[in-house]
């Protein structure tokens, strides 16, 4: 793993709070950074069945790695900015709505802006709710698992977790 | 000076000038006359704001002049002043702020009263509680009145606590959801299955132009498989007997388009007595004499279903073709007697 690779999460936690607290007027805190190396399998054993999921692709770096959300915190922050109090609304299926793909992918705007003001390139590729849906990595390939917590006004939302290829942590 | 300064400065400086000056007499009083423009205008104030830099004490009696011949009647005398970088710095300072407070709520969401209240509460279906709150809070009142009327008590309930609860943390992000949504909801809009009308249209002139005996077959397999369709379609579907109810000007542009003596010959071989009054009620004299000698001398060899039918088509597809090009009204329509008096033109 790059030496400064850690580093460069810990700045990209306080970039992306930064901006987003300015978008949203609110106290958003990306922190408590955990990197860990481990296979693809491994990694996809541990993402729940629904999240949100984009595909991001470096054409720098030329090598696509996954930005995954908690349903949660894509719920309870889709309901902060719209004026509640942060509550998931009970549903019968689990699915997210035109608002709530909205706010995720205001939310990975500011990732992008963060990858490319680093010279990564990085531009959204697509999004699901089923990481199974995603065929980039192979079940033995070594990926650098990056594991946040998201917090808006000192409120616990959910975990951020990427999953980068070597070609991008090496 | 004051003429020469007039004419080199676009609305927009003036604008921009103006609502400056007033910035250095009144503080604040800016964000409150941008929140009355529309959000596009207010941001193109606040651009040239941004680029105005320095405005001269002659630049800006110029301005405060044409306003007071303008809009003021009453006398009343202004000061100069230099509006400095610093006093532009100090009333446009935070651009976000000012644009949230330009672009305010006003003209937000306002697309969805144009949508039908079906289509409204067909999204909020699929929408969270919240979202939907919000939206509706944005509705116009008769708009809210009929979703509302729409919704079961318990749902209403629920709504008008999130509603009279909001407490919206951002405008921008608001203003950028409007602009997504508009397009989502457009795009829903558009027609995109087989039985929307355009695609039944599309069909039924395809299948005017089909030989009846393939027609009919094609006919058979979708009663079975999609009859509501096939009821569509025959509802468009424009057949040889229908351009009877044409006006009379409708009709005799059809029979000049085909001028072909033959093809009426043949056409009348087979078709309703109202029809046949039609045809010789639109020819000349000199047409009919053309006509009456050509009838003579088709033999009844001559006179083959097949050939009848597809003198037939042609006429229909000759009306489609006119109808394209506008040359005729819409086919498929009775004009009224008014209309048939009123297009009443001479004889081919």
């Keep these: 793993m790059r030496p400064e690779f850690n580093e460069q999460h810990k700045k990209m936690c306080l970039e992306v709070s930064d901006e987003l607290s300015a978008l949203t007027h609110l106290n958003v805190n990306i922190g408590n950074i955990h990197l860990e190396l481990t296979d693809y399998h491994t990694f996809f054993q541990r993402v729940p069945e629904f999240s949100y999921i984009g595909l991001i692709e470096s054409k720098a770096k030329k090598a696509k790695f996954i930005l995954i959300f908690d349903a949660a915190l894509i719920y309870k922050a889709s309901n902060i900015l719209l004026g509640g109090p942060g509550i998931i609304e009970e549903r019968d299926d689990s699915y997210f709505t035109f608002s709530e793909d909205f706010i995720a992918k205001e939310i990975i705007e500011k990732f992008l802006g963060f990858y490319n003001e680093n010279e990564y390139d990085a531009e959204f590729v697509r999004s699901e709710q089923e990481i199974e849906l995603l065929h980039s990595f192979y079940d033995e390939q070594e990926v650098c698992q990056v594991v946040m917590d998201c917090e808006v006004k000192g409120e616990k939302m959910g975990k951020i977790v990427i999953c980068y290829p070597q070609e991008i942590y090496k | 000076m004051a003429q020469e300064t007039k004419s080199s400065l676009n609305a927009l400086e003036k604008s921009s000038i103006l609502l400056l000056f007033l910035e250095a007499e009144m503080p604040g009083i800016t964000a409150d006359i941008l929140s009355y423009i529309e959000p596009n205008a207010a941001k193109d104030i606040y651009i040239t704001v941004e680029n105005l830099k320095k405005v001269?004490?002659?630049?800006?009696?110029?301005?405060?002049?044409?306003?007071?011949?303008?809009?003021?009647?009453?006398?009343?005398?202004?000061?100069?002043?230099?509006?400095?970088?610093?006093?532009?710095?100090?009333?446009?300072?935070?651009?976000?702020?000012?644009?949230?407070?330009?672009?305010?709520?006003?003209?937000?969401?306002?697309?969805?009263?144009?949508?039908?209240?079906?289509?409204?509460?067909?999204?909020?279906?699929?929408?969270?509680?919240?979202?939907?709150?919000?939206?509706?809070?944005?509705?116009?009142?008769?708009?809210?009145?009929?979703?509302?009327?729409?919704?079961?008590?318990?749902?209403?309930?629920?709504?008008?606590?999130?509603?009279?609860?909001?407490?919206?943390?951002?405008?921008?992000?608001?203003?950028?959801?409007?602009?997504?949504?508009?397009?989502?909801?457009?795009?829903?809009?558009?027609?995109?299955?087989?039985?929307?009308?355009?695609?039944?249209?599309?069909?039924?002139?395809?299948?005017?132009?089909?030989?009846?005996?393939?027609?009919?077959?094609?006919?058979?397999?979708?009663?079975?498989?999609?009859?509501?369709?096939?009821?569509?379609?025959?509802?468009?579907?424009?057949?040889?007997?229908?351009?009877?109810?044409?006006?009379?000007?409708?009709?005799?542009?059809?029979?000049?388009?085909?001028?072909?003596?033959?093809?009426?010959?043949?056409?009348?071989?087979?078709?309703?007595?109202?029809?046949?009054?039609?045809?010789q009620a639109n020819l000349s004299d000199r047409f009919q004499a053309m006509l009456d000698e050509e009838l003579e001398t088709i033999s009844s060899e001559e006179i083959e279903p097949q050939k009848i039918q597809e003198a037939k088509l042609l006429w229909v597809k000759t009306a489609r073709s006119l109808e394209k090009q506008n040359k005729i009204k819409k086919l498929g329509r009775r004009p009224s007697q008014e209309e048939n008096k009123e297009n009443k033109g001479g004889k081919v």
Excluded at chain 2, 150 to 179: C, F, G, R, V
Excluded at chain 2, 219 to 243: A, G, M, R, S, Y
């Design chain 2, 56 to 279: 001269g004490s002659d630049k800006l009696h110029s301005v405060i002049d044409e306003f007071y011949q303008t809009f003021i009647k009453n006398e009343c005398v202004f000061g100069g002043k230099n509006i400095s970088k610093e006093l532009i710095t100090k009333a446009f300072s935070d651009k976000d702020k000012l644009l949230n407070i330009a672009q305010g709520s006003r003209g937000i969401f306002n697309y969805l009263n144009s949508f039908s209240d079906e289509e409204l509460i067909d999204f909020f279906a699929k929408e969270s509680r919240q979202m939907t709150a919000v939206l509706l809070n944005f509705l116009n009142e008769d708009k809210l009145n009929a979703i509302m009327n729409k919704m079961d008590t318990n749902k209403i309930q629920k709504l008008t606590a999130l509603m009279l609860n909001l407490d919206l943390p951002s405008m921008e992000l608001l203003w950028k959801m409007h602009y997504k949504l508009d397009e989502v909801l457009r795009e829903k809009a558009r027609p995109v299955t087989i039985s929307s009308e355009e695609q039944i249209n599309k069909l039924a002139y395809v299948f005017e132009n089909m030989i009846i005996s393939m027609r009919e077959r094609v006919f058979t397999n979708l009663k079975k498989t999609k009859p509501e369709i096939l009821t569509e379609i025959k509802k468009q579907l424009v057949n040889f007997e229908d351009l009877v109810h044409l006006s009379d000007k409708d009709f005799q542009n059809i029979v000049y388009e085909i001028r072909n003596i033959r093809i009426i010959a043949l056409t009348l071989q087979d078709c309703s007595q109202e029809m046949k009054s039609k045809i």
